[in-house]
């Protein structure tokens, strides 16, 4: 099939993608919305792969709502599996976070489940599922919550999802890195994988410094999809400045965001303002979204926003056209591999609208910890792996994430957004986020407050990293 077959398979695939200042008054009068999860092909490299997808009937990719709309959903699972979604970034009443055996039960093959709640805090979100390894197989997509003020700016707005792919199905993926590996020999050539990752502080290991950057090899990086064989091009006026949301959908791969020599002004990070700052290239953890403001050069070229993996030349990406640009061709191989993410940019980071100032009234440890024996990973609350978080509403709780591992770590809690207070000793207001990345030794320290009773997910949003047991709970005393 050609291409544009298959994209016309998905059904208006670019409809979902932008929104215009218009879009609100569709949102006003829709009501309910469905979102399907069903199989569908995508064009990968020449081939095509049938993957899961999030779309609405319209064809819709996930879901674009305004500040002040209900989030108000029918998900249907047309999957022949058990599944379900988690709305990445909102915080809903804990029974509708989509989290299988957590939240609720997974929405069995056939059946749906229906969610109401405020669609907040607005801002650039996504929906992904929470069951086994299903967010390798692409299930995953936008969650936009339109900022009134994002929607005042009238500016064009692009929203870019990023993904990692692979012909290797993602059973085998973690079969392969759950392998016991030769100690003297974790870097050797497993076919699709690289060494596991386990290599401890004081062991002499040939990559950077001991650290590991990647788990698994991927075949290739998408940008809505598509690579840059084939990337989407959006059109755009000629100087004009366009809003990007960019989100890291991908199971396993940190990307630099890399405008060129382009400018741009980082307006939100996890969907939470920050002080502007300017940037020409951002790194974003699996799983952080990034809003960033760009003006497309003054002599009418054309701007790709493309996305490089941590520590690799693999890119993707998609372009901005204005009306008559020409488009070259981008290489799916950049020149220099992008640099391991370090937190550099994360201390540049100042929360717009930071929590209120307060006494911290519970102080918990948490240390993210690796089992050289095996692909075990885990999270010790207490210093005890298999204990929850727990916390009172009301308080002011911090979480003190201290990596004894040599992976970086993406961690993520469910329910209200924590504030980033210090790194490796180090304090300042910073970014108002749901992910942060825990690079190998180093402490980071975040707060949030306790305010919405229930039992909710807090782990490493490396996909392989979670499976093999990089999870905990936050838990609320008394909620019910
Ligand atoms: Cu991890």
Same mark, same amino acid.
């Given at each position: ?191 699709? #994988? ?5 290599? #401890? ?182 210093? #005890? ?80 990293? #979670? ?14």
């Amino acid at each position: 099939m050609h291409r544009r077959t298959l994209l016309a398979a998905t059904a208006g695939l670019a409809a979902g993608l932008t929104a215009g200042p218009s879009a609100r008054s569709i949102a006003q009068t829709a009501g309910r919305k469905t979102i399907r999860l069903a199989n569908r092909v995508i064009e990968v490299n020449g081939k095509p792969a049938t993957r899961y997808g999030a779309f609405q009937p319209s064809g819709a990719w996930g879901i674009t709502l305004n500040e002040g709309d209900t989030f108000d959903v029918r998900l249907e699972n047309g999957l022949d599996v058990l599944s379900g979604l988690h709305w990445h970034g909102l915080n809903p009443p804990w029974r509708q976070d989509g989290v299988p055996y957590i939240s609720g039960p997974p929405i069995a093959p056939g059946k749906f489940a229906d969610y109401s709640f405020p669609a907040q805090p607005a801002g650039t979100r996504w929906m992904h599922s929470h069951f086994g390894l299903q967010e390798q197989n692409l299930l995953a997509a936008p969650l936009i919550v339109r900022e009134q003020s994002a929607i005042r700016s009238g500016l064009q707005e692009v929203v870019v999802l990023l993904e990692d792919f692979s012909w290797t199905k993602p059973s085998l993926i973690f079969e392969e890195l759950r392998k016991p590996k030769p100690m003297g020999n974790m870097s050797g050539g497993m076919s699709g #994988m690289s060494r596991g990752g386990m290599n #401890m502080p004081g062991m002499n290991m040939p990559s950077g410094g001991g650290m590991d950057l990647n788990d698994v090899t991927y075949d290739a990086f998408l940008a809505n999809d598509r690579t840059l064989a084939d990337p989407q091009v959006f059109d755009v006026e000629k100087g004009a400045e366009v809003r990007l949301r960019i989100i890291n959908a991908a199971a396993s791969t940190n990307f630099m965001i890399d405008l060129g020599n382009v400018e741009g002004t980082v307006l939100t990070v996890d969907g939470n303002p920050v002080v502007p700052l300017k940037v020409r290239q951002f790194p974003l953890a699996i799983a952080q979204r990034v809003d960033i403001a760009v003006r497309l050069p003054a002599d009418g070229s054309a701007l790709p926003v493309l996305a490089r993996g941590e520590g690799l030349t693999k890119q993707t990406g998609v372009v901005l056209r204005p009306r008559g640009a020409p488009v070259a061709k981008i290489a799916e191989t950049a020149e220099m591999a992008a640099p391991a993410l370090g937190l550099m940019d994360e201390m540049k980071l100042r929360a717009a609208k930071p929590l209120t100032s307060r006494r911290i009234d519970r102080s918990v440890p948490v240390d993210l910890v690796g089992n050289m024996s095996g692909y075990v990973w885990g999270m010790a609350v207490h210093g #005890m792996e298999g204990v929850p978080v727990t916390v009172e509403k009301g308080e002011r709780v911090e979480l003190v994430m201290r990596n004894t591992t040599m992976m970086a770590h993406p961690m993520h809690m469910h329910g209200p957004s924590f504030q980033v207070t210090e790194i490796n000793g180090q304090a300042f207001p910073g970014a108002v986020r749901d992910v942060v990345l825990v690079p190998p030794r180093t402490t980071v320290k975040v707060v949030f407050d306790a305010d919405n009773p229930g039992m909710w997910a807090f782990h490493c949003h490396n996909l392989y990293h #979670m499976a093999a047991g990089m999870f905990a709970t936050v838990v609320y005393r008394g909620f019910n």
